[in-house]
């Protein structure tokens, strides 16, 4: 049996028999008018956890950490600024932990550098690192006006893929997510519609259409 690693997200870790298969990589795609961050947010609560921030600074992702009502952990942020990110955030990535946590957001800097030939081999390196250290890596992909070219090849690589959808409908704003793509485990056959507020939960309130 795959020990199975916790997302801190109770709903998802019983939709996924405990939660995810420890060594994969996870790509949380949503919109960037989201609340996608909130499942960071919480998977920081589950085990010690390294944040690489390709946008925000290291300061403003650690004081949007404390101030969240969600129940978070003590995470390490470190912002990859500079002309070679990928080398940047291979060299921290490499030094990894076991059994650790591992955030890259958002992935979209990343799959935009060229030649792509080096961010295959970046997300080679990361699958190898995470595998060999009984990990879990969630990057963060942003499904908005302009999606990278290499996105087909992020989800190709990731071993589980969770697609937040959200949409306004009449006075209320909707959150769905799907999880087309498992490996190592089944994959959820239904949608789950959340409720993405102070945390992340199930929304009771009526069915899902």
Not at 39 to 56: K, M, Q
Not at 69 to 85: F, K, Q, Y
Not at 103 to 111: A, G, Q
Request: proline content about 6%; aromatic content about 4%.
């Amino acid at each position: 049996m795959v020990n199975r690693l916790r997302t801190g997200i109770d709903v998802l870790d019983r939709k996924l028999d405990g939660g995810i298969p420890e060594g994969s990589i996870v790509a949380l795609t949503a919109e960037p008018a989201s609340q996608a961050e909130l499942f960071l947010y919480e998977l920081t609560a589950t085990r010690g956890t390294l944040w690489l921030s390709l946008d925000r600074t290291a300061e403003a992702v650690l004081a949007s950490i404390e101030q969240t009502p969600a129940t978070t952990g003590d995470p390490t942020v470190r912002h990859i600024s500079g002309e070679a990110p990928l080398d940047n955030a291979g060299k921290l990535v490499s030094a990894l932990p076991e059994t650790s946590n591992l955030i890259v957001d958002p992935l979209d800097v990343l799959e935009a550098q060229e030649p792509h030939s080096r961010f295959r081999a970046f997300m080679n390196d990361m699958q190898n690192h995470i595998v060999n250290t009984g990990s879990l890596a969630i990057v963060h992909c942003l499904d908005g006006h302009e999606v990278p070219p290499l996105r087909d090849t992020t989800e190709h690589f990731a071993d589980v893929v969770f697609r937040l959808e959200t949409r306004v409908a009449g006075d209320e704003i909707e959150n769905k997510l799907a999880i087309p793509k498992f490996r190592g485990g089944r994959a959820p056959a239904d949608v789950i519609k959340l409720d993405l507020v102070e945390q992340v939960s199930i929304d009771t309130s009526r069915d899902i259409a």
